[in-house]
């Protein structure tokens, strides 16, 4: 079978039918990564129902609340991590749909969950699901898309990431709302078979195992041979140093996604029925930071400058809105953070594809994908043991600054030659 390179190259269809083929493919993956987001920000609006918490029983403790988060946070990293170089052996799309069906089942049983522990359960089992995402949604970019076109290609589905949010939280509040908690599972149930859909016949046809970015053929990799490339790869020092800034990259993330809903309803004063507009503005900002960052990464083709100064104004940014008292002022700060934070993140896998082989591209994504989300799994339950033990949500917040400014200064050593 031709690889979707081939097909481009060889066709008699229009140009326009070809570009639209070509980009096609990440959008199928920026709907996977929405659905994603869905999953994983959804528990966050139930951190404020006074229903969900006694039918888990677990009343005010925003510790335990802390974990449902890190829980499968902690889950992501380790399948991200474990189970993401199949993705380099067997067909991604495959995995691909592997996964999402089984996304599906679990956010039903989370709906029908009647404790603290089988959910907890659940949610570890959702991380282990959707943990190898990015790297197979990596590891196709890398495949169909040329370098001047990659940032543009892997900030298409990263744009997943703040749609998800901006449409995540008012949709799941607004269902919470009118519904009850169990409604907002079943929703995202529904949805993946809507998602599964999309991926089959989005990705129908796409050779990506067989072929390589150029149209040229592409043996089959064996388990020796994978072996030896990824020695080659955890020897390289620039690649430890991005995934060491991912982590800080992703607790920034998690931690806002985790609190972001409570902290603007008990710090803030935010009440519920302006919640769902007031919470999608920074992830609307977000988005606009990474199209305009992808654009100029890969017109400028200076990534590391970019992914750092992005990580480093999002922290100086979430500073100025711990000063604010006012409500509106405070999400237009966090929304400029959010933008920085977009901006620079944009242009992080375009960096990774520089710093590794195409022959190990979905290990390498696991691997760095998974470490940040070890790291960012821990944010939602420090945050949450920071504000419990010092009633000041402000502290919380305070984490996520020092750990986007020192995080963003581990990228300099690579800023002059990437």
């Not at 999402?100 to 991380?127: C, F």
């Not at 195992?209 to 053929?217: K, Q, R």
């Not at 609190?259 to 935010?270: A, R, T």
Request: proline share 3%; net charge positive; aromatic share 12%.
């Amino acid at each position: 079978m031709e690889t979707i390179k081939e097909t481009l190259l060889m066709t008699d269809k229009p140009a326009s039918a070809s570009l639209f083929r070509r980009w096609s493919i990440s959008v199928v993956l920026m709907v996977c990564v929405v659905l994603a987001f869905f999953d994983k920000i959804s528990i966050a609006v139930l951190f404020s129902d006074p229903v969900f918490q006694n039918a888990m029983g677990i009343g005010a403790d925003k510790t335990r609340l802390g974990w449902l988060m890190s829980s499968f946070l902690l889950a992501y990293g380790l399948s991200s991590v474990c189970l993401s170089f199949i993705g380099d052996i067997i067909n991604p799309r495959t995995c691909l749909l592997t996964g999402v069906a089984s996304w599906g089942i679990l956010m039903a049983m989370m709906g029908m969950a009647t404790s603290y522990e089988q959910l907890l359960v659940l949610r570890v089992l959702l991380g282990i699901a959707e943990g190898p995402l990015f790297a197979l949604a990596y590891s196709i970019v890398k495949q169909c898309y040329n370098s001047g076109q990659q940032a543009r290609a892997s900030t298409m589905f990263l744009l997943g990431t703040p749609i998800g949010a901006a449409l995540g939280f008012p949709i799941t509040a607004f269902i919470l709302h009118r519904y009850g908690w169990q409604m907002t599972f079943f929703v995202m149930a529904g949805l993946t078979l809507a998602t599964l859909m999309v991926v089959y016949w989005g990705l129908k046809g796409v050779s990506l195992n067989s072929g390589s970015a150029d149209g040229s053929p592409k043996k089959r990799v064996t388990w020796l041979q994978h072996f030896h490339n990824s020695q080659q790869l955890c020897r390289s020092p620039s690649f430890w140093a991005l995934c060491l800034f991912n982590a800080a990259l992703l607790t920034y993330l998690w931690g806002v996604n985790g609190w972001l809903p409570s902290y603007l309803i008990e710090e803030k004063g935010v009440d519920l029925a302006s919640f769902g507009a007031l919470s999608s503005l920074p992830f609307i900002a977000m988005l606009f930071g990474e199209i305009a960052g992808a654009f100029l990464s890969d017109k400028t083709g200076k990534r590391a400058v970019q992914v750092f100064a992005g990580l480093f104004l999002a922290g100086c940014s979430l500073y100025l809105v711990l000063q604010l008292h006012d409500a509106v002022l405070a999400i237009l700060a966090l929304s400029v953070s959010a933008m920085s934070w977009g901006f620079g993140v944009s242009a992080v896998f375009a960096l990774l594809a520089r710093l590794t082989p195409a022959e190990v591209s979905a290990t390498a994504g696991g691997i760095f994908n998974g470490f940040g989300n070890f790291a960012g799994s821990a944010a939602p339950v420090l945050m949450g043991y920071i504000v419990t033990r010092s009633g000041d949500f402000n502290l919380g917040l305070m984490f996520l600054v020092w750990v986007a400014v020192l995080g963003s200064l581990l990228l300099l050593p690579l800023v002059k030659k990437y």
